[in-house]
C-alpha cells in the first residue's frame, strides 16, 4: 500500500493563478479530508468527504474546491490563488468518519507570490 | 473561543526521562475525542493517541500515556524514557461527536527537543 499520496510535494504559483492540489489513497477509506498548516497555528481543516459524491466545508474553506468523483481521490483546487494561501497542505484519510487515526499524506508546500 | 490551547510553545528533555505536554480544552459537548499526533521535521502527521470522554481509563500506547483530567479539562501527553527519535512538534487535536464527529481541531503545538 502506498498510503496516502500527495502531489506536487512543492509549488509556486502567481496572485490569480489556479490549480489542483492532487490526494490519493489506496486503503479504500470513505472519509477523506483536507487541512493546511501555517506557522504558529494548528492544522485546519479546508474540506472533508464522507464517501464518494459526498463533500462538506471546513473550518476556511473560503477560496477552495473539492470534489470526490471516486473513493481514492480528493483533489482540492484553488480557483485564483492568493498569498494568504500559502501554506502547508494534508491530505488526510480514515476508513470510517468516526475512525479515531486519521492517516496523512507527506503534504504539499504552496507559496503564492 | 480557543478549542485546544497548547501553552508549551518549546520543551526540552533529556534522554531517557519522562515528559508531560500540556493540552487543555473547551467544549460543552459531553461526547468527544481527544488526540494526540507527531510531527517530525520530515513533516508527515503521525497518530500517536485517543482518549474518548467517556473511557474510564487513561490511554497508553507503549511509551506514550494520555493523562485524562475531565473535571479539569486537560489532556496532557507523557512520554516516558524520552528518546532522541522523539523531538518533533506534538499537536494536541479535538473532536466533538455531536456538533461534527469529521472535524478535528488542532492546538498550536509544542515543540520537544531531546537532549543526549
Known amino acids: 500500500n502506498a498510503g496516502v499520496t500527495q502531489t506536487p510535494k512543492f509549488q509556486v504559483l502567481k496572485t490569480g493563478q489556479s490549480m489542483t492540489l492532487q490526494c490519493a489513497q489506496d486503503?479504500?477509506?470513505?472519509?477523506m479530508s483536507w487541512y493546511r498548516q501555517d506557522p504558529g497555528m494548528g492544522l485546519r481543516l479546508i474540506h472533508y468527504s464522507v464517501g464518494a459524491g459526498i463533500t462538506d466545508q471546513g473550518e476556511v474553506p473560503n477560496g477552495y474546491n473539492v470534489s470526490r468523483s471516486t473513493t481514492e481521490d480528493f483533489p482540492l483546487r484553488l480557483l485564483s490563488a492568493a498569498p494568504s494561501q500559502t501554506s502547508v497542505y494534508f491530505c488526510?484519510?480514515?476508513?470510517?468518519?468516526?475512525?479515531?487515526?486519521?492517516?496523512f499524506g507527506p503534504g504539499t508546500r504552496l507559496t503564492v507570490l | 473561543a480557543q478549542k485546544i490551547t497548547q501553552t508549551q510553545p518549546g520543551m526540552f528533555v533529556q534522554e531517557k526521562e519522562a515528559v508531560t505536554l500540556d493540552c487543555t480544552y473547551d467544549?460543552?459537548?459531553?461526547?468527544?475525542?481527544l488526540f494526540w499526533y507527531k510531527q517530525p521535521s520530515s513533516g508527515e502527521m503521525i497518530f500517536l493517541i485517543y482518549q474518548g470522554s467517556y473511557d474510564q481509563q487513561n490511554a497508553t500506547e507503549g511509551r506514550y500515556s494520555l493523562n485524562f483530567q475531565k473535571a479539569r479539562k486537560s489532556a496532557n501527553l507523557v512520554i516516558s524514557a524520552s528518546q532522541l527519535g522523539d523531538s518533533a512538534m506534538y499537536f494536541c487535536?479535538?473532536?466533538?461527536?455531536?456538533?461534527?464527529?469529521?472535524?478535528?481541531?488542532f492546538g498550536t503545538g509544542t515543540r520537544l527537543l531531546v537532549s543526549p
Open positions: 487535536a479535538m473532536r466533538e461527536v455531536n456538533t461534527g464527529f469529521q472535524k478535528l481541531v
Open positions: 488526510a484519510s480514515s476508513r470510517r468518519a468516526r475512525d479515531n487515526e486519521q492517516f
Open positions: 467544549t460543552s459537548d459531553p461526547s468527544y475525542g
Open positions: 486503503m479504500n477509506h470513505e472519509y
